[in-house]
């Protein structure tokens, strides 16, 4: 479809259209040299739009040739009309390419493209039946990084009674990893008979899934004046101690509150080091959140309290269904979906997200 019918988009690339022209104007102004930092800012916009707005006047321009030749094919007849019909033929090709091309440049970058992602999973409502659901996504994602080629390294483990998860985090490295990850943050929602109810009743619970792309040292610096760190023996199922050494780490970042505990190591060191790679992660989202008050909401959303009411996802066992409620997609496969088939429901989010994207909608 062309992107200059849809009257949404239309205004969209005619606004990027005038934009371009008032920087041309203050490109061509001496006095913007005398502000470094509002010439780097100006210029950087330019270079920003300027393919986009090439785009945009090479589609036009075949789009009048490709009309044009429709009203002169009225009346022709042999050769002058089987070589009109080629060159419109041409041309509305060409509209169809470069169309493709302007809505790929009205989406804007990912700034997180290309990371490695941090995901945390916790049994929240439901009992033990919640961390047994908790461990059945933290299967579901480890199969799906399997069938996508990622890397997998497991930060912290903590299994409940029944063998399923109380807590887990775990770091998935691959060049589309956040890419495709990214939706999956939320409360997920669970409607199924438990294996510890006698009476065969269906029960709901949950698990919250918390995605998170990983930040580095330079990129993200904390102040080791802003840390308490405290130290203390690994603790197991039922409160055991596993480690005769102080190995267990918590950090708490004492001007955000924010608490991050690392205890599956040997070393102190390491679960240190690993404590901070979390920490960095959750401090740029909160950073990001408070800079961008519409992501924030959203941000803040994905783990919730883990309520019943509170889903982006539902699984339910009997009627062998995956419904997603952001997009109210509903799938019959819930078996492929936790066999780590999730490309079904993650290529129609992404989907969703591209077409409001392109309408200008980033809500």
Do not use: C
Request: charged share 30%.
């Amino acid at each position: 479809m062309d992107p200059t019918v849809d009257p949404r988009i239309a205004a969209r690339l005619d606004a990027a259209e005038q934009e371009l022209r008032d920087l041309e104007v203050q490109l061509a102004d001496g006095s913007l040299g005398e502000d470094p930092r509002r010439l780097r800012t100006v210029t950087a916009r330019y270079r920003e739009l300027e393919p986009l707005v090439a785009a945009i006047e090479r589609l036009r321009r075949r789009r009048a040739d490709a009309d044009a030749a429709a009203e002169l094919l009225e009346g022709l007849q042999g050769d002058e009309r089987a070589e009109l019909e080629h060159e419109r033929t041409e041309a509305l090709a060409d509209v169809a390419r470069l169309a493709d091309d302007v809505r790929e440049l009205l989406v804007p970058p990912d700034p997180d493209a290309g990371r490695s992602v941090i995901v945390e999973i916790r049994g929240a409502e439901g009992g033990e039946e919640a961390n047994l659901f908790a461990g059945d996504l933290h299967a579901m994602y480890l199969a799906y990084a399997q069938r996508h080629g990622w890397t997998v390294e497991t930060l912290s483990l903590d299994r409940s009674d029944l063998g399923g998860v109380n807590q887990v985090t775990f770091v998935v490295s691959g060049p589309d990893a956040w890419r495709r990850l990214k939706y999956e943050g939320g409360p997920h929602r669970v409607q199924r008979v438990p294996v510890t109810e006698s009476q065969g009743r269906i029960h709901t619970s949950s698990a919250t899934v918390a995605v998170l792309p990983e930040y580095d040292e330079v990129e993200v610096s904390v102040d080791e004046r802003d840390l308490q760190v405290d130290v203390y023996r690994s603790q197991g199922a039922g409160g055991q101690s596993v480690n005769t050494t102080d190995s267990a780490v918590r950090i708490t970042h004492l001007p955000t509150g924010i608490v991050v505990t690392m205890q599956d190591e040997r070393s102190q060191l390491q679960n240190r080091a690993r404590a901070m790679q979390v920490l960095r992660a959750r401090l740029h989202e909160r950073a990001e959140a408070e800079q961008h008050a519409a992501v924030a909401a959203d941000r803040r959303a994905q783990v919730g309290g883990g309520g019943r009411s509170e889903k982006i996802r539902t699984y339910n066992v009997k009627e062998n269904r995956v419904t997603d409620h952001r997009i109210g997609l509903t799938v019959y496969r819930l078996a492929d979906v936790l066999a780590g088939d999730l490309d079904l429901v993650v290529d129609a989010l992404a989907a969703d997200e591209r077409s409001r994207q392109l309408a200008g909608d980033a809500s």
